[in-house]
Nanobody, 114 residues
Framework: QVQLVESGGGLVQPGGSLRLSCAAS????????MGWYRQAPGKERELVAR???????NYSDSVKGRFTISRDNAKNTVYLQMNSLKPEDTAVYYC????????WGQGTQVTVSS
């Protein structure tokens, strides 16, 4: 089993920045991917960014150039630095880990509003 705990969400004005953190614990050896998904009201959950065990990354087109995913293996933590935030980035953000199956965190709310 893998446990994921997110932190760092909140309310920010358009153009602002936030950093999300996701701490992994449990059976973390052998995790293939870790990433961030988001789900806005009335919409399906979508991939935001993903990072592999060797730190290769990919991003959705909507966040490329604004968001950066990174990992600290010593802390078993994945980060999502979000810059130039837009109202359409408002969503619940979920941390994800893939090891034979998907594991999810509890989600953290990000609200971008003036």
């Amino acid at each position: 089993q893998v446990q994921l705990v997110e932190s760092g969400g909140g309310l920010v004005q358009p153009g602002g920045s936030l950093r999300l953190s996701c701490a992994a614990s449990g059976s973390i050896i052998g995790i293939n991917f870790m990433g961030w998904y988001r789900q806005a009201p009335g919409k399906e959950r979508e991939l935001v960014a993903r990072i592999t065990s060797d730190s290769s990354t990919n991003y959705s087109d909507s966040v490329k150039g604004r968001f950066t995913i990174s990992r600290d293996n010593a802390k078993n933590t994945v980060y999502l630095q979000m810059n130039s935030l837009k109202p359409e980035d408002t969503a619940v953000y979920y941390c994800n880990a893939l090891k034979f199956r998907n594991y999810w965190g509890q989600g953290t709310q990000v609200t971008v509003s003036s």
